[in-house]
């Protein structure tokens, strides 16, 4: 993820990561990353690894990256558990997320410099987090009157005390759905990415106007985060399917409606972070 990161910093767009939920989620996001020629981060919850276990989703992925003409990194989202880095590491993902935002600054440090000692020498990248992206992803729940913002600061200090390959400070988005208009503290981007010159990841996607993120990019965004965009589209693909066809009980059928109804959204993302044909 660290290469594919480095160049769309310089070039100025970024690289879409999409929560898949299984297989079929999968092939949408690869499919569609190879029909407009994007580089592309296929990104697992925490919560999906321990559904279906590490080896399943390593089985679908080296499926696509034996075979595909586009690069596809394996991240691992929102990650507390050492252990279940330390498994998906072994397993075979080139890229976690230690996510100890929650603990005081210099737990989340310590924490962080001990994945990042474990992961990069064996090529694996990280990312890590800084202050509370508000909201609900997965078990990870933050209220609203618990999140706060990356202080730039110890910001600056977190990335200069460790070797982040990709940072995701709190700059004002929320997991999933929006309720009303998101308040992004663009300066607070700008210095953190500027003085940091680290990567950083945009979380929080879904729902935020065009607008918002090519300002967000232009500023040091290289990569941004779908997840509930890929929720939605995977249950109204069904369920409108279902409404249409409520005699048929045809699963291959069902599975195909999810598929097509992902696909659309995952391009539409991925030519507005301005990464297609960047493969
Ligand atoms: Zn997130």
């Avoid at 910001?155 to 208009?181: M, N, Q, R, S």
């Amino acid at each position: 993820m660290k290469a594919m990161l480095d160049k769309a910093a310089k070039e100025g767009y970024a690289v879409g990561a999409f929560n898949i939920l299984d297989y079929n989620s999968t092939k949408a996001v690869v499919l569609a990353a190879e029909q407009v020629k994007a580089p592309v981060i296929i990104q697992t919850s925490a919560k999906t690894v321990i559904f279906w276990g590490a080896s399943a989703i390593i089985s679908w992925i080296k499926q696509f990256t034996d075979s595909s003409s586009v690069p596809i990194a394996l991240h691992l989202d929102h990650c507390k558990d050492l252990n279940l880095i330390t498994e998906c590491i072994d397993s075979g993902w080139t890229s976690v997320m230690i996510d100890a935002s929650s603990k005081p600054f210099e737990e989340n440090l310590a924490l962080t410099r001990q994945v990042v000692e474990m992961a990069q020498p064996r090529n694996v990248t990280v990312e890590a987090e800084l202050g509370a992206i508000v909201g609900v992803e997965d078990d990870i729940h933050v209220k609203q009157q618990d999140a706060h913002l990356a202080d730039p600061q110890q910001a600056i200090k977190f990335c200069e005390e460790i070797k982040l390959d990709c940072f995701a400070p709190a700059i004002g988005t929320a997991h999933g759905v929006y309720k009303g208009e998101p308040k992004i503290a663009y300066d607070l981007l700008e210095e953190i990415a500027t003085k940091t010159g680290v990567p950083i990841a945009l979380h929080g996607g879904t729902g935020l106007a065009d607008e918002v993120f090519k300002k967000c990019i232009s500023l040091g965004c290289a990569k941004v985060n779908i997840s509930t965009q890929l929720k939605y589209a995977f249950i109204d693909g069904f369920v409108d399917y279902y409404n249409a066809n409520n005699t048929q009980y045809n699963p291959l059928k069902v599975i195909e409606a999810q598929f097509n109804r992902l696909t659309p959204g995952i391009i539409e993302k991925i030519e507005l972070f301005g990464s297609s044909g960047k493969a």
